[in-house]
């Protein structure tokens, strides 16, 4: 299915809840909402895992080239040799830097062609390291065993982290379900039963007031719901990944199980 087809469907169930169903209009907004963003949200996601497998791939080709080049073979051949090797997702930025270098393109024009087209800043970072260097005329096979070592630490400190913080995760999806389930109790039990203690002591118009405060406060909840949702999210993943980017997969999780939570207890309620 196209992302045009994800489209359409959303916006016909959308269409469905709110002409059809209008006590479950919410969920079904939701539901179309989803499946609308679903391809985007899964491309977005799929770029993110391709960065980091061309960062790992990148950390491989700089070791190979770092022997290459201490075996004595200058760094451009070397590139060109190496190129012919499979380093999956980075294989296409690999055979363009060879081409661009058997073209006679200077060596440090094509490699910054390769740090651009990545959009790494690990890569960028190493790149500007071994340009600097063969610029300077300095020992390139000893610079280029520092980036592997640069670029393998860390590889390990955000390992480590990740294993570190996988506790914290798990803590902050608990925290934020008990957040929600407060949320849900307070609107859908301690706000009636407060509007009900309120029926017969106030006036007709002071009692319709008082609804269309409540109601005020009920969207209020459901909108804090999705910024805690969403604000949690990005926390999670730069505690787990270091970037804030990483954390757009956990937002999403969690708006969705709040939005579809709150949609279920209006229906209940």
Do not use: C, W
Request: glycine share 6%; charged share 15%; hydrophobic share 50%.
């Amino acid at each position: 299915m196209s992302r045009i087809t994800f489209v359409i469907v959303g916006i016909l169930i959308i269409v469905a809840g709110v002409v059809f169903l209008k006590k479950m209009s919410l969920l079904f907004i939701g539901l179309g909402v989803i499946i609308a963003i679903l391809p985007f949200l899964l491309t977005y996601l799929v770029g993110v895992r391709k960065e980091k497998e061309k960062e790992a791939k990148f950390l491989e080709f700089i070791r190979e080239l770092a022997e290459s080049v201490k075996a004595g073979t200058p760094i451009t051949q070397s590139i060109v040799a190496i190129s012919k090797k499979d380093f999956g997702s980075l294989t296409p930025h690999i055979d363009k830097l060879a081409n661009q270098i058997s073209f006679s393109i200077p060596l440090k024009q094509a490699l910054r062609t390769l740090a651009a087209e990545t959009k790494s800043r690990v890569i960028s970072r190493t790149i500007e390291l071994i340009i600097q260097a063969e610029t300077s005329g300095g020992n390139i096979g000893d610079v280029l065993e520092s980036a592997v070592k640069a670029v393998s630490e860390i590889e390990k400190i955000n390992k480590e982290r990740k294993s570190q913080v996988y506790g914290m995760i798990v803590q902050g999806y608990v925290i934020f379900l008990i957040f929600i389930a407060i949320m849900l109790f307070v609107q859908l039990k301690f706000l009636p039963l407060i509007s009900q203690a309120m029926v017969g002591v106030t006036s007709s118009n002071a009692l319709m007031l008082q609804t269309s405060s409540f109601k005020i406060i009920k969207n209020t909840f459901f909108y804090l719901v999705l910024i805690q949702a969403a604000f949690a999210g990005l926390v999670i993943g730069k505690l787990s990944e270091g970037s804030l980017k990483y954390g757009v997969k956990h937002s999403a999780i969690l708006i969705a199980i709040s939005y579809l939570l709150v949609a279920v207890s209006k229906i209940i309620g």
